[in-house]
C-alpha cells in the first residue's frame, strides 16, 4: 500500500491503524532477508521437486521421504 501511494507517510497509517511500527518494519525486512527456517524450506522444497522430477513424476510423498532420508536431508526418522 505505501510502495502504491508516495503521498501517504508511514508512521501516520500506522498510528490510524493501530499497528506497532517495528511490526511493519520487520514485515518489510523480512520480504529482503528471509530466516534461517524459511531458506532451509526453499532448499528442501527444491530437493523435494527434483525427487519427485527424477522419478517421472510418479513419486508421492512416501516415496520422495524415503529418498530424501537415505540422502541424508531428513534429521528426524
Do not use: N
Amino acid at each position: 500500500m505505501f510502495d502504491e501511494r508516495g503521498d501517504l507517510g508511514v508512521e501516520p497509517v500506522l498510528r490510524e491503524l493501530h499497528i506497532p511500527s517495528s511490526t511493519y518494519y520487520r514485515w518489510r525486512r523480512r520480504e529482503t532477508e528471509p530466516c534461517e527456517r524459511r531458506r532451509r524450506d526453499a532448499e528442501l522444497t527444491g530437493e523435494i521437486r527434483k525427487v519427485h522430477a527424477d522419478s517421472g513424476g510418479i513419486y508421492g510423498s512416501p516415496r520422495v521421504h524415503a529418498v530424501l532420508q537415505r540422502e541424508g536431508h531428513c534429521d528426524r526418522p
